[in-house]
């Protein structure tokens, strides 16, 4: 019971979703998570939802992914050195999502013992997947043939930039010499020498002449601000000193009583007529502060004119410029030298950028002659002689008579046949392309999932057999997961384990194991997550 349930959850959990799941199995949303190890390191990767956690061997947060075909897919393809790249849908060279690097060694129940290379959803994302993935995982065209076919893509494509920059700079060229005056003259700075020094020295006087009014200016605006400053503070105080003559005056009496401490005070001229002095003197030194902000802002605006008049002196400037020699102007010099700088520059760029395209198509025959000799025919021909070798072989064991050998001849063939036959043909075919993958390919090599082979009404005599066949035709050095209702007393010499509880996958006396198991993982996920948000 729920044998398909745990194996398609187990490829769910790299996300590599079958074909066909049990809705009711995906209602009850299954978190999983599974530990595995690549050349003796380490792994655990957790699913939960749509999220997809991997951990290293201490167990720290190595990725958190929410999408697979572009967070998880490239990451596990790092992982198990799975470097294929092919056109997606929209034309983009990619790397093909986890389906492709499980494809030849999983076998689904509910698809694949009707037709290979279709034992999970999504395959058709990427166009050319089936010969492409059969080329590749045989070792056709391995990961050398892929890793340098993307060099030189990416060579061509610095290339293509290269030659949209060259044509860009020669425009710049081209216009520039347009808007340059065609008047074709040999430059003689020394004509030009006193004009030269004679503008340098202006620009050098205006220069000088502009910072001293900028420095006073500077000064005069912090005056005003001080004095400004404290216009506000004499013009508050003496507010106040009137507000109190007026009480004194006209709300007091001759004598006033303290209400805290009883004691009593005159309120006398004398008394009224020294706080009409602090307002007298308020108002004079208002007055005189008054005086000196008018004498700072007609300074200020005196410096202000002065800057200005700098301004016209420009003139002076430009009539240097136009100072002729025959038919030269100073102007046209200083232009000409200008432009030829700027020409100088393109041209030195241009050359720059003539030599990396030369490097580039130098670079780019290199790799191209790599890449095709890794689409070597030769080799083609031995990996192919290799599984006809062994599906013939497999064929015969497991009985399979009446299928054309045209029918399986390519290694990405799609194997055809009827009734109880096409089972076995297609695990003479499976067995043969394990053994192909095996010897040649350059590539990981996942372990085997076979999902109940006992497929089409089987006879007792044939399921035998094909039990068999499948424990005396495992690849060495492979591990191997199958889902099998019975054994027909073939011993596998192998773990196994039984599933007993209808609608139970998980136990219930494993259950607080498992949950203490998850707890960790779980959490860092959580935590992840939260700092995301």
Request: glycine share 4%.
């Amino acid at each position: 019971m729920g044998k398909s349930s745990l194996i398609k959850t187990l490829m769910s959990s790299f996300g590599a979703k079958p074909a066909k799941i049990s809705d009711a199995w995906m209602k009850l949303n299954p978190m999983s998570l599974v530990r595995f190890s690549i050349d003796s390191q380490q792994y655990a990767i957790l699913k939960e939802g749509h999220s997809y956690a991997v951990f290293d061997a201490k167990g720290g947060l190595m990725k958190l992914c929410t999408s697979v075909i572009e967070e998880l897919g490239p990451f596990l393809a790092e992982l198990v050195d799975f470097k294929i790249t092919l056109p997606d849908k929209k034309n983009n060279i990619v790397v093909p999502p986890p389906p492709f690097i499980f494809l030849p060694f999983y076998i689904d129940q509910d698809k694949s013992w009707g037709e290979n290379w279709a034992g999970f959803a999504g395959l058709s994302h990427m166009k050319q997947g089936r010969d492409a993935i059969a080329f590749y995982h045989t070792g056709v065209r391995g990961n050398e043939y892929y890793t340098t076919k993307n060099a030189l893509v990416k060579s061509k494509e610095e290339y293509d930039k290269m030659v949209l920059e060259v044509k860009a700079v020669r425009g710049l060229i081209s216009r520039l010499a347009d808007t340059v005056s065609t008047v074709d003259f040999n430059i003689n700075v020394e004509l030009f020498k006193h004009e030269v020094e004679e503008l340098l020295e202006e620009c050098g006087r205006l220069k000088e002449k502009e910072e001293a009014h900028k420095g006073k200016l500077m000064d005069l605006y912090n005056v005003v601000i001080a004095l400004e400053s404290q216009y506000k503070i004499t013009e508050a105080a003496m507010l106040e000193s009137r507000k109190d003559y007026n009480f004194a005056t006209n709300r007091l009496p001759d004598h006033v009583e303290c209400p805290t401490c009883g004691a009593e005070y005159e309120n006398s001229f004398g008394e009224r007529f020294a706080i009409a002095m602090d307002t007298a003197r308020c108002d004079e030194l208002l007055l005189e502060i008054n005086e000196q902000l008018t004498i700072a802002r007609d300074k200020i605006e005196k410096e202000n004119r002065q800057l200005n008049e700098t301004t016209q002196e420009v003139a002076k400037i430009h009539g240097i410029l136009l100072k002729r020699q025959g038919e030269i102007r100073l102007k046209d010099i200083i232009e000409k030298e200008g432009a030829n700088q700027v020409r100088t520059i393109f041209s030195d760029n241009l050359s720059t950028l003539r030599s990396d395209m030369f490097s580039n198509r130098e670079k780019q025959e290199e790799l191209e002659a790599k890449w095709r000799s890794f689409d070597d025919k030769k080799k083609k021909k031995e990996i192919e002689k290799y599984y006809l070798e062994h599906m013939e072989a497999n064929l015969h064991s497991l009985e399979v008579k009446t299928l054309e050998r045209s029918a399986y001849k390519a290694l990405q063939s799609s194997i055809n046949e009827t009734g109880s036959t096409l089972p076995r043909a297609l695990m003479a075919y499976y067995f043969a392309i394990f053994e192909t993958i095996n010897k040649f390919s350059t590539s990981v090599f996942c372990p085997l999932v076979i999902d109940s082979p006992d497929q089409q009404g089987q006879d007792k005599a044939n399921i035998g057999k094909i039990y068999q066949f499948i424990k005396e035709h495992q690849p060495a050095n492979s591990q191997m997961i199958l889902v099998i209702e019975e054994s027909v007393d073939i011993d596998f010499e192998c773990k196994v384990i039984e599933l007993n509880e209808k609608f139970g996958l998980l136990q219930r006396k494993e259950y607080d194991q498992v949950v203490e198991d998850l707890r960790p993982f779980y959490n860092q996920v959580l935590s992840a997550q939260n700092k995301l948000f």
